[in-house]
């Protein structure tokens, strides 16, 4: 795999890495979490953490893993049907989290989110020096969507889209260099002849070519997010001054070739106004 080039050469310096975690990723088709792909994720994670990266968790699963245990076959579409999977799946998903990186010797911790809390200014900087003391003690946090408090409005106007926009707050809120999103494809892809479809290996301006490139999530399903939120995500994060890498989270060694520079998933290149 190339490794190095000269759009990719600067990811191996970055300092805070937000790497958020889609549903598919750790969440089997059933909707119980898959052990064996966390327990790779959070080793990768870990290394990260050793090599002195600081590392913020956004993971998505809560509901998916709420799902498996109450024997939900679709994602639900009512709000308490919703806030009750969530209730059930978040500590069952935590608990999975806490004891594949206690076996790597690092502590992680809890953040429950709702849009609200960056729209208040007080919350807002109680967030931000929570983690920023957590990532200072060697901490990583690990950030959900609390949707067992979000009511109604918030989910009908709101919604955090599969945590892709929370995670694009939080790189704001941290100040961070690169974000990485995983999911199940291998980045964005663009249509060539014969119909097929091929990687894009980097973006540099995201405009409404790119946009074009991809449709809105269809209804139902484990996992709401979709390229689309992640390409309004990506666009607010390099706006912001921060690298973007979507990249597939179900590869081998997929953080550490990201991490490395090479050429894994699309990257979005920063581009401030």
């Known amino acids: 795999m190339n490794c190095g080039d000269r759009f990719r050469q600067t990811l191996p ?23 064996a792909r966390i327990r790779v994720l959070v080793s990768q994670l870990a290394s990260m953490r050793r090599k002195g990266y600081e590392v913020v968790v956004v993971s998505s699963g809560a509901i998916a893993a709420g799902m498996e245990a109450l024997k939900i076959a679709e994602r639900p579409m009512s709000v308490p049907d919703i806030q009750m999977c969530a209730a059930v799946g978040q500590g069952r998903l935590m608990a999975k989290y806490t004891s594949e990186f206690d076996k790597e010797k690092i502590l992680v911790g809890q953040m429950l989110l709702t849009h609200d809390d960056f729209d208040h200014k007080i919350r807002l900087a109680n967030m931000r020096r929570a983690m920023d003391h957590m990532l200072r003690s060697g901490i990583i946090p690990i950030i959900n969507e609390n949707d067992v408090v979000a009511d109604e409005e918030l989910k ?61 999530p269809e209804a139902g399903g484990i996992s709401k997010g979709g390229m689309d939120s992640k390409l309004r995500a990506a666009l607010a994060c390099t706006k912001a001054g921060c690298n973007v890498v979507v990249a597939n989270g179900r590869k081998k060694d997929v953080l550490r070739n990201v991490i490395s520079g090479c050429d894994e998933g699309t990257l979005f290149i920063a581009s401030p106004d």
Do not use: F
């Open 13 to 35: 310096e970055s300092r805070r890495v937000v790497v958020k975690v889609g549903s598919r990723v750790i969440v089997g088709k059933t909707g119980r979490p898959d052990m």
């Open 156 to 216: 009908a106007y709101m919604s955090l889209g599969d945590n892709d926009h929370l995670a694009s707050l939080v790189v704001r809120q941290v100040r961070a260099d690169l974000l990485v999103m995983l999911s199940t494809v291998d980045g964005l892809r663009a249509p060539v002849n014969g119909g097929r479809t091929v990687r894009v290996p980097y973006v540099e301006k995201i405009g409404k070519d790119i946009m074009k490139l991809v449709r809105p």
